[in-house]
Nanobody
């Protein structure tokens, strides 16, 4: 079974940065998509960034563009998200998600596997 476990959340001061990590296991490495999502209080889940583990450039949504970097560690099977210039609007539960295939989209309904989420609070 595919398992995704996020870590790295917590409290951050406005203007600061975060680094979240997603440990992934149980997938077919060559044809898999991983993405980062978040769900602010009382709002829908939104996509932030996604990457194909088979290669290619990552894609960033507007909420993450220009202040975020998604990176993978192939040896450790982890996917990290770095985000800077945080504001209270970035307060949310952050999720890692995965799906099999080479056509990676950011639509959360396309993702089959989800981590438990990690809370990030910006104040």
């Amino acid at each position: 079974d595919v398992q995704l476990v996020e870590s790295g959340g917590g409290s951050v001061q406005a203007g600061g940065s975060l680094r979240l990590s997603c440990a992934a296991s149980g997938y077919t490495y060559g044809s898999y998509c991983l993405g980062w999502y978040r769900q602010p209080p009382g709002k829908d889940r939104e996509g932030l960034a996604r990457i194909s583990l088979g290669g290619g450039r990552p894609y960033y949504a507007n909420a993450a563009k220009d202040r975020s970097t998604i990176s993978q560690d192939n040896a450790k099977h982890t996917l990290d998200l770095q985000m800077s210039s945080l504001t209270p609007e970035d307060t949310a539960v952050y999720y890692c998600a995965g799906r099999s295939g080479s056509m990676c989209l950011l639509d959360p309904s396309r993702y089959d596997y989800w981590g438990q989420g990690t809370q990030v609070t910006v104040s």
